[in-house]
């Protein structure tokens, strides 16, 4: 069966810390992977997607990065966080050559910035 | 630009039916998904429209209307579990998910 993991599930990091969370989908080959932050009363906001390793799109200007090293492994990454960076970071998956081509989400993490 | 609009909040009664409803703005349209999402959890797949008409899903129906850029999620039969929120996400040319901010549903005994 497919699944999806994320972890940690919950982070407290000081601001001007760094940042790595991580992302693994099993089951599947060559999906297409999502980046997202959700904010407190707000909607999700797409970060990143990639649609191959190496392959890293950005869809805002952050002081956040994306890196895909394996096909199955998505990383978001931050040299120095910010108290704005605070969230609930959501990967999601699309499996190739699914219709339609519904995301599935990871169980998330939850991120404070303090 | 591209937009997706829906109400922030609703309330109902145990037992009841519900409509939420969405509209949506984008470059191009290739469907209209609707997910739950309870409160701390990631959200969950709850259906997909991309002709225009009804989708039946047990107590959970999703109609589209492509040319009103409309659509609405109708939850019958109302149990305490489906308080949570309901988010609208359409999918334009560049085949990335365009999320409305959600409505939150409680749902009263």
């Known amino acids: 069966s497919q699944t999806i993991h994320q972890w940690p599930a919950t982070l407290v990091q000081p601001v001007g810390s760094p940042l790595s969370l991580e992302c693994t989908v099993e089951?599947?080959?060559?999906?297409?992977l999502y980046w997202y932050r959700q904010a407190a009363g707000r909607g999700l906001q797409l970060l990143f997607y990639s649609v191959g390793i190496g392959q890293i799109s950005s869809e805002v200007p952050q002081n956040l990065s994306a890196s895909r090293p394996q096909d199955r492994q998505f990383i978001l990454s931050s040299k120095k966080l910010l108290l704005s960076d605070s969230g609930f970071y959501l990967c999601?998956?699309?499996?190739?050559?699914?219709?339609?081509?519904?995301?599935?989400f990871g169980p998330g993490t939850r991120l404070t910035v303090l | 630009g591209q937009n997706i609009d829906q109400p922030t909040e609703m309330t109902a009664t145990e037992g009841a039916i519900v409509q939420i409803n969405c509209t949506y703005q984008?470059?191009?349209?290739?469907?209209l998904f609707w997910y739950q999402q309870h409160a701390g959890e990631a959200p969950t797949f709850l259906s997909y429209?991309?002709?225009?008409g009804l989708e039946e899903k047990g107590r959970f129906s999703s109609f589209l209307s492509r040319s009103k850029g409309y659509s609405y999620l109708l939850l019958k039969e109302l149990q305490m579990k489906d308080s949570a929120s309901y988010l609208c996400a359409a999918v334009g040319n560049t085949d990335k998910l365009i999320f409305g901010t959600g409505t939150r549903l409680q749902v009263f005994p």
């Open positions: 984008t470059s191009g349209f290739n469907g």
């Open positions: 429209n991309v002709l225009d």
């Open positions: 999601a998956w699309i499996s190739s050559g699914q219709f339609p081509d519904t995301q599935y």
């Open positions: 089951g599947t080959s060559n999906p297409n």
